[in-house]
């Protein structure tokens, strides 16, 4: 079946913009995950959601950063007024509740200049 | 405070060598371990788990890992290396008596087969 998918891959904006980052889970995966990897380090947990709801966002940054799955699907990241900082690779996984293993998407890569 | 610790950064190894790409980890509670390897331009990759039950876990591309309690190490191994092995590893660890799902994962190791 189809895996986790993010959109857009690359995306290159211009310090100060606002960028909204998306994930697609596995289909009746009901825990989504976003996590931030910096080039050679390994990823950094930022936020999760079981269902839509939010259950922890002690790993974002700042109020900069915000996260949503209204409908326990779909998932937007959102950074507002992208600082250089935030270049980076995205990665969102999925999980079944009772599972515990993650699948992880492609990622995107940000660039902020 | 949970943390996962990779302490080469790069494994160099000779194709039909023996691998091992080493993890040691801290939890407070039982601990899931986990290992994923990415390739260039590629997402992470699952290749295999601990959450109970027998210490050697078997994964995917025959690759396995040995759970070691007392030295809460959880090292990933091959028996013969092959050239396409040549990718960067994570080793991944979270508190299974937790109710946070979230990785911690280590720094990566990069793993050089060469022919």
């Not at chain 1, 596995?26 to 825990?31: E, N, Q």
Request: proline share 5%; charged share 20%.
């Amino acid at each position: 079946g189809a895996g986790v998918s993010q959109s857009p891959r690359y995306k290159v904006t211009k310090r100060g913009q606002d960028v909204a980052l998306r994930c697609d889970p596995i289909s009746g995966h009901v825990s989504l995950y976003w996590y931030r990897q910096a080039l050679g380090q390994g990823p950094e947990f930022l936020t999760y959601f079981n269902y839509e709801a939010q259950q922890d966002k002690s790993g974002l940054p700042n109020d900069r950063f915000s996260a949503e799955r209204p409908e326990g699907s779909i998932s937007t990241l959102t950074i507002q007024r992208t600082e250089q900082r935030d270049s980076a690779m995205y990665r969102c996984a999925s999980s079944s509740l009772l599972q515990e293993t993650q699948y992880f998407g492609p990622g995107t890569r940000l660039l902020v200049l | 405070a949970q943390s996962v610790a990779q302490p080469e950064d790069q494994v160099n190894v000779a194709e039909g060598n023996p691998l091992t790409v080493k993890c040691t980890y801290s939890v407070s509670g039982n601990p899931y371990l986990f290992w994923y390897v990415q390739y260039p331009n590629r997402g992470l990759q699952f290749l295999l788990k601990y959450i109970t039950g027998d210490n050697l876990v078997k994964g995917s591309y025959g690759f396995e890992a040995e759970f070691n309690k007392s030295q809460t190490s959880f090292h990933l191994k091959k028996p013969s290396a092959l050239v396409s092995d040549s990718a960067l590893y994570f080793c991944a660890v979270r508190d299974g008596g937790g109710s946070q799902g979230n990785l911690i994962f280590g720094k990566g190791t990069k793993l050089s087969v060469k022919p």
